[in-house]
Protein backbone atom coordinates (compact mmCIF):
# COMPACT_ATOMS: atom_id res chain seq x y z
CA UNK A 1 0.00 0.00 0.00
CA UNK A 2 2.70 2.37 0.84
CA UNK A 3 4.88 1.49 -1.66
CA UNK A 4 1.57 2.14 -4.57
CA UNK A 5 1.32 5.93 -2.43
CA UNK A 6 5.08 6.26 -3.38
CA UNK A 7 4.90 5.24 -6.95
CA UNK A 8 1.56 7.36 -7.05
CA UNK A 9 3.42 10.41 -5.83
CA UNK A 10 6.32 10.17 -7.82
CA UNK A 11 3.52 10.14 -11.25
CA UNK A 12 2.56 13.11 -10.21
CA UNK A 13 5.31 15.16 -9.54
CA UNK A 14 6.98 13.73 -13.12
CA UNK A 15 3.78 15.42 -14.54
CA UNK A 16 3.97 18.29 -12.29
CA UNK A 17 7.88 18.62 -13.06
CA UNK A 18 7.74 18.22 -16.64
CA UNK A 19 4.87 21.78 -16.57
CA UNK A 20 7.82 23.87 -14.90
CA UNK A 21 9.69 24.45 -17.99
CA UNK A 22 10.08 27.25 -20.09
CA UNK A 23 8.55 26.08 -23.96
CA UNK A 24 8.99 27.89 -27.08
CA UNK A 25 8.09 26.89 -30.22
CA UNK A 26 9.46 28.27 -33.84
CA UNK A 27 6.06 28.12 -35.84
CA UNK A 28 6.63 27.47 -39.86
CA UNK A 29 5.99 30.44 -41.28
CA UNK A 30 7.21 30.42 -44.81
CA UNK A 31 9.39 32.80 -43.87
CA UNK A 32 7.28 34.91 -41.61
CA UNK A 33 7.37 35.24 -38.10
CA UNK A 34 5.65 33.34 -35.64
CA UNK A 35 7.01 32.61 -32.29
CA UNK A 36 4.80 31.13 -29.13
CA UNK A 37 6.66 31.39 -25.61
CA UNK A 38 4.65 29.39 -22.73
CA UNK A 39 6.13 30.29 -19.35
CA UNK A 40 6.15 27.41 -16.61
CA UNK A 41 2.98 29.47 -14.88
CA UNK A 42 0.99 28.57 -18.14
CA UNK A 43 0.90 31.98 -19.47
CA UNK A 44 1.49 32.90 -22.78
CA UNK A 45 3.19 35.30 -25.41
CA UNK A 46 3.19 35.12 -28.81
CA UNK A 47 5.42 36.99 -30.77
CA UNK A 48 4.36 38.15 -34.15
CA UNK A 49 1.14 36.65 -36.62
CA UNK A 50 3.05 35.15 -39.64
CA UNK A 51 1.34 36.16 -42.94
CA UNK A 52 -1.98 36.17 -44.39
CA UNK A 53 -3.00 33.67 -47.06
CA UNK A 54 -6.49 32.76 -48.72
CA UNK A 55 -6.65 29.44 -46.37
CA UNK A 56 -5.56 31.14 -43.51
CA UNK A 57 -2.41 28.51 -43.44
CA UNK A 58 -0.23 30.30 -41.14
CA UNK A 59 -3.13 31.61 -38.54
CA UNK A 60 -3.98 27.93 -38.60
CA UNK A 61 -0.33 26.64 -38.05
CA UNK A 62 -0.17 29.13 -34.82
CA UNK A 63 -3.63 28.13 -33.66
CA UNK A 64 -2.30 24.56 -33.53
CA UNK A 65 0.68 24.75 -31.47
CA UNK A 66 -1.20 26.71 -29.00
CA UNK A 67 -3.65 23.66 -28.67
CA UNK A 68 -0.21 21.36 -28.75
CA UNK A 69 0.95 23.84 -25.68
CA UNK A 70 -2.45 23.17 -24.17
CA UNK A 71 -3.46 26.73 -24.20
CA UNK A 72 -6.83 28.45 -24.00
CA UNK A 73 -5.68 31.75 -24.55
CA UNK A 74 -2.71 34.12 -25.71
CA UNK A 75 -1.93 36.23 -23.07
CA UNK A 76 0.67 38.69 -24.53
CA UNK A 77 0.90 39.40 -28.41
CA UNK A 78 3.79 41.62 -29.48
CA UNK A 79 4.04 42.51 -32.85
CA UNK A 80 7.46 43.23 -33.71
CA UNK A 81 6.51 45.71 -36.51
CA UNK A 82 4.02 45.72 -38.95
CA UNK A 83 4.96 44.29 -42.41
CA UNK A 84 2.87 41.60 -43.47
CA UNK A 85 5.00 38.56 -42.37
CA UNK A 86 4.40 39.41 -38.90
CA UNK A 87 1.19 40.62 -38.69
CA UNK A 88 -0.72 39.12 -41.54
CA UNK A 89 -2.65 36.35 -39.63
CA UNK A 90 -3.68 38.28 -36.96
CA UNK A 91 -7.42 38.88 -37.52
CA UNK A 92 -8.29 35.26 -38.76
CA UNK A 93 -6.13 33.91 -35.41
CA UNK A 94 -8.19 36.12 -33.51
CA UNK A 95 -11.43 34.50 -34.28
CA UNK A 96 -9.59 31.23 -33.36
CA UNK A 97 -8.72 31.61 -29.94
CA UNK A 98 -8.85 34.72 -27.19
CA UNK A 99 -5.99 37.36 -27.45
CA UNK A 100 -5.25 39.09 -23.81
CA UNK A 101 -3.08 42.29 -24.19
CA UNK A 102 -1.51 43.52 -27.64
CA UNK A 103 1.68 44.99 -27.75
CA UNK A 104 4.12 47.37 -30.18
CA UNK A 105 6.12 49.60 -30.78
CA UNK A 106 3.55 52.17 -31.60
CA UNK A 107 2.47 53.85 -34.85
CA UNK A 108 4.16 52.44 -38.20
CA UNK A 109 6.55 54.59 -39.92
CA UNK A 110 5.29 53.66 -43.36
CA UNK A 111 2.02 55.12 -43.04
CA UNK A 112 2.20 56.75 -46.21
CA UNK A 113 1.99 53.10 -48.03
CA UNK A 114 -1.53 52.77 -48.74
CA UNK A 115 -1.36 48.76 -47.53
CA UNK A 116 0.19 49.14 -43.89
CA UNK A 117 -2.01 52.07 -43.02
CA UNK A 118 -5.23 49.93 -44.07
CA UNK A 119 -3.10 46.97 -41.88
CA UNK A 120 -2.29 49.77 -39.06
CA UNK A 121 -5.96 50.51 -39.17
CA UNK A 122 -7.21 46.93 -38.88
CA UNK A 123 -4.84 46.03 -36.19
CA UNK A 124 -6.07 49.17 -33.82
CA UNK A 125 -9.23 48.20 -34.18
CA UNK A 126 -8.33 44.98 -32.90
CA UNK A 127 -6.45 46.05 -30.24
CA UNK A 128 -9.21 48.03 -28.77
CA UNK A 129 -7.92 49.59 -25.37
CA UNK A 130 -6.18 46.54 -24.66
CA UNK A 131 -3.30 47.58 -26.63
CA UNK A 132 0.49 48.85 -24.98
CA UNK A 133 2.93 50.48 -26.54
CA UNK A 134 6.53 48.94 -25.16
CA UNK A 135 9.82 51.57 -25.22
CA UNK A 136 13.39 50.17 -23.87
CA UNK A 137 13.36 49.15 -20.64
CA UNK A 138 9.69 48.07 -20.10
CA UNK A 139 9.22 44.69 -18.87
CA UNK A 140 6.54 42.51 -20.60
CA UNK A 141 4.72 41.14 -17.55
CA UNK A 142 4.47 37.34 -18.39
CA UNK A 143 4.40 35.20 -15.19
CA UNK A 144 6.78 32.91 -14.49
CA UNK A 145 9.98 34.77 -16.64
CA UNK A 146 11.64 38.30 -17.24
CA UNK A 147 10.93 40.17 -20.32
CA UNK A 148 13.10 42.88 -21.02
CA UNK A 149 12.19 45.45 -23.91
CA UNK A 150 15.53 46.18 -25.02
CA UNK A 151 14.45 48.30 -28.51
CA UNK A 152 11.63 49.69 -29.87
CA UNK A 153 10.35 52.34 -32.26
CA UNK A 154 14.53 52.72 -32.67
CA UNK A 155 15.69 53.31 -29.49
CA UNK A 156 17.65 50.78 -27.55
CA UNK A 157 18.67 50.77 -23.66
CA UNK A 158 21.32 53.25 -23.10
CA UNK A 159 22.50 51.03 -19.73
CA UNK A 160 24.36 47.63 -20.04
CA UNK A 161 22.00 44.56 -18.96
CA UNK A 162 23.96 42.48 -15.86
CA UNK A 163 26.88 40.98 -16.94
CA UNK A 164 27.20 42.97 -19.95
CA UNK A 165 29.09 46.22 -20.54
CA UNK A 166 32.31 44.51 -22.03
CA UNK A 167 33.94 46.92 -25.04
CA UNK A 168 33.08 45.26 -28.65
CA UNK A 169 36.74 45.29 -30.02
CA UNK A 170 34.79 44.38 -33.78
CA UNK A 171 33.10 47.98 -33.86
CA UNK A 172 35.19 50.03 -35.53
CA UNK A 173 35.00 47.78 -38.43
CA UNK A 174 31.67 48.50 -39.04
CA UNK A 175 30.48 50.79 -41.96
CA UNK A 176 26.88 52.73 -41.82
CA UNK A 177 24.31 51.08 -44.22
CA UNK A 178 22.67 52.57 -46.62
CA UNK A 179 19.19 53.10 -44.34
CA UNK A 180 17.14 50.28 -44.98
CA UNK A 181 14.31 50.51 -47.72
CA UNK A 182 11.57 48.74 -45.23
CA UNK A 183 12.15 50.95 -42.28
CA UNK A 184 9.62 49.62 -39.85
CA UNK A 185 11.88 47.27 -39.65
CA UNK A 186 14.27 49.34 -37.48
CA UNK A 187 11.46 50.07 -35.73
CA UNK A 188 10.99 46.36 -34.32
CA UNK A 189 10.64 45.64 -30.74
CA UNK A 190 13.27 43.33 -29.88
CA UNK A 191 13.48 41.99 -26.30
CA UNK A 192 15.75 39.46 -24.32
CA UNK A 193 14.17 37.07 -22.01
CA UNK A 194 15.50 35.47 -18.99
CA UNK A 195 14.18 32.17 -17.11
CA UNK A 196 16.68 31.05 -14.22
CA UNK A 197 20.22 31.40 -16.29
CA UNK A 198 18.41 30.63 -19.84
CA UNK A 199 18.44 33.41 -22.01
CA UNK A 200 16.45 33.67 -24.80
CA UNK A 201 16.90 37.03 -27.47
CA UNK A 202 14.12 38.54 -30.11
CA UNK A 203 15.04 41.22 -32.27
CA UNK A 204 12.37 41.27 -34.75
CA UNK A 205 13.64 42.58 -38.11
CA UNK A 206 16.24 45.46 -36.76
CA UNK A 207 18.76 45.73 -39.66
CA UNK A 208 22.76 46.44 -39.02
CA UNK A 209 22.63 50.01 -38.86
CA UNK A 210 20.41 49.68 -35.44
CA UNK A 211 22.17 46.56 -33.98
CA UNK A 212 25.24 48.71 -33.07
CA UNK A 213 22.75 50.61 -31.18
CA UNK A 214 22.76 48.21 -28.62
CA UNK A 215 26.50 46.11 -29.28
CA UNK A 216 28.86 49.41 -29.88
CA UNK A 217 31.03 50.39 -28.38
CA UNK A 218 30.17 48.73 -25.69
CA UNK A 219 27.67 45.33 -25.88
CA UNK A 220 24.55 46.32 -23.81
CA UNK A 221 22.89 42.86 -24.22
CA UNK A 222 26.07 40.42 -23.01
CA UNK A 223 25.75 36.97 -24.19
CA UNK A 224 23.12 34.58 -24.74
CA UNK A 225 22.16 31.31 -24.70
CA UNK A 226 19.30 31.25 -27.87
CA UNK A 227 19.24 34.12 -30.72
CA UNK A 228 16.25 34.08 -32.82
CA UNK A 229 17.99 34.99 -36.06
CA UNK A 230 16.90 38.79 -36.55
CA UNK A 231 15.39 38.66 -39.92
CA UNK A 232 14.96 35.28 -41.07
CA UNK A 233 18.99 34.83 -41.22
CA UNK A 234 18.85 38.21 -44.11
CA UNK A 235 22.12 39.49 -44.70
CA UNK A 236 20.58 43.15 -44.14
CA UNK A 237 20.69 41.92 -40.39
CA UNK A 238 22.71 39.79 -38.25
CA UNK A 239 25.99 41.50 -38.38
CA UNK A 240 29.44 40.68 -36.78
CA UNK A 241 29.19 43.35 -34.27
CA UNK A 242 26.01 41.91 -33.08
CA UNK A 243 27.26 38.55 -33.62
CA UNK A 244 30.21 38.20 -31.58
CA UNK A 245 28.73 40.12 -28.81
CA UNK A 246 26.17 37.98 -28.20
CA UNK A 247 27.79 34.59 -28.76
CA UNK A 248 24.68 32.21 -28.62
CA UNK A 249 25.02 28.69 -28.05
CA UNK A 250 21.64 27.84 -30.18
CA UNK A 251 20.71 30.07 -33.40
CA UNK A 252 17.25 29.18 -34.26
CA UNK A 253 16.29 30.74 -38.19
CA UNK A 254 12.88 31.25 -38.76
CA UNK A 255 14.14 31.44 -42.82
CA UNK A 256 11.38 30.33 -45.54
CA UNK A 257 12.76 27.63 -48.63
CA UNK A 258 13.30 31.28 -50.50
CA UNK A 259 13.55 34.02 -47.84
CA UNK A 260 16.77 34.59 -45.54
CA UNK A 261 18.56 31.53 -44.94
CA UNK A 262 21.83 33.80 -46.93
CA UNK A 263 25.06 31.72 -47.00
CA UNK A 264 27.24 35.06 -45.20
CA UNK A 265 24.41 34.51 -41.83
CA UNK A 266 25.92 31.08 -41.68
CA UNK A 267 29.14 32.49 -42.47
CA UNK A 268 28.85 35.12 -39.52
CA UNK A 269 27.30 33.00 -37.34
CA UNK A 270 29.61 29.98 -37.39
CA UNK A 271 32.59 32.40 -36.80
CA UNK A 272 30.76 34.33 -33.62
CA UNK A 273 32.81 32.31 -31.47
CA UNK A 274 29.47 31.15 -29.89
CA UNK A 275 27.37 29.16 -31.93
CA UNK A 276 27.80 25.38 -31.18
CA UNK A 277 24.38 24.78 -33.52
CA UNK A 278 21.82 26.56 -35.77
CA UNK A 279 18.34 24.98 -36.16
CA UNK A 280 16.54 26.03 -39.33
CA UNK A 281 12.72 26.23 -40.01
CA UNK A 282 13.71 25.36 -43.81
CA UNK A 283 16.51 24.08 -45.94
CA UNK A 284 17.36 27.07 -47.36
CA UNK A 285 17.12 26.30 -51.31
CA UNK A 286 18.91 28.58 -52.99
CA UNK A 287 22.12 28.27 -50.40
CA UNK A 288 24.00 25.54 -50.99
CA UNK A 289 22.67 22.33 -49.35
CA UNK A 290 26.52 22.18 -47.35
CA UNK A 291 26.32 25.36 -45.93
CA UNK A 292 22.65 24.74 -44.45
CA UNK A 293 22.43 23.06 -41.06
CA UNK A 294 22.54 19.23 -40.59
CA UNK A 295 19.19 17.43 -41.76
CA UNK A 296 18.47 16.27 -38.26
CA UNK A 297 17.91 20.02 -37.37
CA UNK A 298 16.16 21.39 -40.30
CA UNK A 299 12.19 20.99 -39.72
CA UNK A 300 11.12 21.79 -43.26
CA UNK A 301 12.72 20.21 -46.40
CA UNK A 302 10.33 20.82 -49.21
CA UNK A 303 9.35 23.82 -50.81
CA UNK A 304 6.34 25.67 -49.94
CA UNK A 305 3.43 24.00 -51.74
CA UNK A 306 4.37 20.67 -50.42
CA UNK A 307 5.33 22.03 -47.08
CA UNK A 308 3.87 20.69 -43.77
CA UNK A 309 5.11 23.39 -40.93
CA UNK A 310 6.90 21.68 -38.83
CA UNK A 311 7.80 23.04 -35.77
CA UNK A 312 10.90 24.03 -33.87
CA UNK A 313 11.03 23.45 -30.18
CA UNK A 314 12.44 23.97 -26.96
CA UNK A 315 11.68 23.38 -23.55
CA UNK A 316 13.89 24.79 -20.96
CA UNK A 317 14.12 23.58 -17.31
CA UNK A 318 14.61 25.95 -14.05
CA UNK A 319 18.51 24.55 -14.03
CA UNK A 320 19.31 26.11 -17.18
CA UNK A 321 19.56 22.95 -19.18
CA UNK A 322 17.51 23.61 -22.78
CA UNK A 323 16.63 20.50 -25.05
CA UNK A 324 15.82 21.50 -28.52
CA UNK A 325 13.60 19.00 -30.57
CA UNK A 326 13.03 19.22 -34.31
CA UNK A 327 9.04 18.09 -34.52
CA UNK A 328 9.49 16.43 -38.20
CA UNK A 329 12.18 13.52 -37.18
CA UNK A 330 11.98 13.87 -33.35
CA UNK A 331 15.57 14.76 -33.18
CA UNK A 332 16.89 16.37 -29.84
CA UNK A 333 20.23 17.71 -28.41
CA UNK A 334 20.62 19.11 -24.86
CA UNK A 335 22.55 22.12 -24.49
CA UNK A 336 23.75 23.79 -20.59
CA UNK A 337 22.87 27.35 -20.66
CA UNK A 338 25.97 29.69 -19.78
ZN1 LIG B 1 10.02 43.28 -41.77
ZN1 LIG C 1 10.05 39.72 -41.51
Not at 206 to 228: A, F, M, S
Not at 245 to 252: C, D, E, F, N
Not at 258 to 282: M, N, P, Y
Request: aromatic share 6%; proline share 4%; glycine share 10%.
Amino acid sequence: MKKLLLLSLLGAYAVYGASKNLEIYWIDAEGGAATLIVSPSGESMLVDTANRTPDDRDAKRIFAATQQAGLKKIDFLVTTHFHGDHIGAMAALAKMIPIGVYMDHGESVEIARPAVATAYKAYLELAGTTRRILKPGDRIPLKGVDVQVIMSAGQGILKPLKNAGAKNATCADFKEHAPDTDPDNDQSVGFLLKFGKFDFLDLGDLTRNYEQKLVCPVNLIGKVDLYQTSHHGLDRSNSPQLLTAIQPTVAVMNNGPRKGGQATVFETLRKSGGVGDIWQGHLALDTPKEVNTGEDMIANMEPTAECKGNMLKVSVESKGTFIMTNLRNGFTKTYNSK
